[in-house]
């Protein structure tokens, strides 16, 4: 009987989702090198465009390849559906959100992906203090209320940490992460130059919640549901 092919689509994403940022991350550095400093058409992507653009793919190649490292490094293995989640989300943010401007040409791509990403987080909140819980060296037996406190201010504080880096860019490279500018270089002030901050803090908040409430009920009704997205220890051979 022959047998038939298993499609492999996780590694299938991942590659086409690697090829992206790499051929968008030659693009915009070529880009970068050739677009004048001043004097660009109205409406044109400027060098500090290619700038971001640069330096997203560069952070996108290289989120990639940080959990296996991380895996290797500490002994477990990162669930296949956690992680097609993860190479997804990066391929909307960066390639879409930036090389092709999402950003800018759909209505609130940004808050999606900001909330979208504090689930994500939240999972993986749970999957670290879940992993931790079951280690034979560790004697912690925490509450699922615990657990899932755990979750949100995980996914809260990596929320705050990259509006760190978005502030950091916008300060030193000349950025506009943080959407305290105009499309045409007019600047916000008051209420208006902070709002995308919040609205992603405020949407990373939610979207952790939202995935600590279901996690919590599956923790104390024992459902089962989180299994697939949580860490398994490396077996050893």
């Avoid at 492999?8 to 004048?36: D, G, H, Q």
Wanted: aromatic letters at 16%; a positive charge.
């Amino acid at each position: 009987m022959k047998k038939t092919r298993k499609w492999n689509w996780t590694k299938i994403i991942a590659i086409f989702v690697f090829a992206s940022l790499l051929i968008s991350l030659v693009f915009s550095i070529y880009n970068l090198m050739t677009t004048p400093a001043t004097g660009v058409p109205e409406g044109e992507p400027t060098r500090s465009d290619y700038s971001l653009m640069v330096s997203q793919c560069i952070l996108g190649l290289v989120a990639m390849f940080l959990p296996s490292i991380l895996g290797r490094r500490f002994k477990f293995e990162i669930p296949g559906n956690m992680y097609l989640v993860f190479i997804i989300f990066l391929y909307c943010s960066i390639y879409l959100g930036e090389v092709q401007s999402f950003y800018y040409l759909i209505p609130n791509w940004d808050t999606i992906l900001h909330t979208f990403s504090g689930a994500m987080l939240g999972a993986l909140g749970f999957s670290v203090i879940s992993f931790l819980n079951e280690d034979e060296r560790t004697t912690m037996n925490l509450s699922p209320a615990f657990v899932a406190l755990f979750a949100v201010c995980f996914a809260v504080t990596l929320g705050v940490v990259w509006e760190f880096y978005e502030f950091a860019s916008d300060k030193w490279l000349g950025m506009n992460m943080q959407k305290t500018m105009l499309e045409d270089g007019t600047k916000l002030a008051g209420t208006a130059a902070v709002t995308d901050t919040m609205e992603d803090l405020f949407v990373d908040f939610l979207g952790a919640f939202v995935f600590a409430t279901i996690g919590y009920i599956n923790l104390k009704r024992k459902k089962g549901w989180m299994a697939k997205f949580e860490f398994k220890k490396t077996v050893k051979k």
